[in-house]
């Protein structure tokens, strides 16, 4: 009976961290809820990337199924933060952005391998390099005439 | 019987039922390991819910079916913590609930490197007649299994266990090294024990086309694992050894499943340990705890 009760207490206490957390990841928000929930500065981390890795070039640029099969991982891996079309959601910023879309592919690649962690971008290196570079691909295959409009600050 | 089919049916209604209520699955692309841990944790605010099993043989004694149901639910982009529920059936005895843990797992460095480290931090509250074997430590043996559950359960342990986790992904390959030490709280001495796992994906690249059976949602590899015995006699003299085949598939509905055969390499250790796991991911489970909480200010 009193691993019972323990485990309800440890279930309770597992619930109410993860409400504080959950909250804390929310206070950035503006008062009305609305509005991304991240630091605009997260872009700048693009130009942390040691020169070596910003000069790789994409192994899988000439393949012609990398961006469909890029599609697939964003889908799988990263719309739930950077929303379904890459235009951003509340937890992360849109990657048709200027910032990204002028990044060099050894660039995302190596936000990709490394995180932010600090900054709640998961490491990425979990998936294989050629999928990292899959991904790459889809990103910059983004860039298009509605990249102008996007904006690189989220808006308030 | 009946508590062992409530103990099972718990963890997969749990892994059926709780997904009905959050957005749609992220493909997990979890590790295949059961023991070994590799340096990826939870992605943030994402909620897996695995339900694990283990069948072991006993020479002598009676052959077991383990199982657990873990909660692991990724707090920051740097801290997974895990919860966990142990339940074990003894054939020709019984079935008992066998306890609860916590594991934390921090991420210490921010960018990756050759090999990365992250600690691990577990509490346990678990009596005697715990099988799970979701680690090997001190001089854990086979024999110890022989004590029936009703004496077993009587012990109470309450242990606290420290992990090194050490791990590199090189070429595909994932190459994990965990180092354990584990102190029972009342007056024991802090036990050892490892654990060695090496993993890759079948294929690299992934597939233009949505599909379940591609090579690309298997990842295949091995794991080692034992005890290194105790602070006064340290080594592996008096302990059980393992080596096991591992296997996930990662399906594209967001389900995983794990399959392992182990076998025990020395004469303390159990002949052959068969396990096997089931997992979902939940994306977005702490933003929907949030604006749960939000709608009543």
Known sequence: MKAVAAALAVCTSFLAV????????????????????????????????????RNRANPLENDPDAVAAGAILFEQHCAECHGDAARGGTKAPSLRAAEV???????????????????????????????????????????????????????? | MILFCRLVLLGLFSLSVL???????????????FVAYDHYLEEPGNLEIEYFSTYGT???GNNFHAFWTEFEYGATAWWTTEFYLDGQTTFHDSTVFTGFRWENR??????????????????????GADKILKEVEGHDVESDFLVSNAEARKDHIHEIELKLILSSTFKGWN??????????LSNSPWEFGYALGASRPLALKASAKRCTFCPQNFIGGV?????LGDRHSFGFHDTSQYLASVLAWNLPSGWELRISSGFGLNDNSHRFLMRWGVSREITGFGSMVS???????
């Open chain 2, 58 to 60: 006993q020479r002598v």
């Open chain 2, 106 to 127: 921090f991420r210490l460095l921010k960018h990756e490197h050759f090999i990365n480290p992250v600690l691990y931090v577990e509490y346990e509250n678990k009596n």
């Open chain 2, 223 to 227: 794991e080692m694992y034992g005890g």
């Open chain 2, 175 to 184: 190459l994990s090294e965990n180092t354990l030490a584990a102190k029972n």
């Open chain 1, 101 to 156: 879309q002028g990044a060099t592919p050894g660039a995302i690649f190596w936000i990709l391998t490394n995180g932010v962690v600090r900054k709640g971008m998961p490491v990425w290196s979990k998936l294989p390099e050629p999928r990292r570079w899959q991904l790459v691909r889809y990103i910059k295959s983004l860039a298009g005439p509605d990249q102008a409009a996007e904006s690189s600050a989220p808006k308030p």
């Open chain 1, 18 to 53: 993860s409400v504080v957390l959950a909250q804390s990841r929310n206070s950035g928000k503006p008062a009305d809820g609305t509005g991304p929930n991240y630091d605009p500065a997260i872009y700048a981390e693009l130009q942390k990337a040691p020169e070596k890795a």
């Open chain 2, 19 to 33: 997904p009905l209520f959050f957005p749609p699955p992220a493909l997990a692309q979890e590790s295949p390991y």
């Open chain 2, 291 to 297: 604006r749960l909480f939000e709608g009543r200010k």
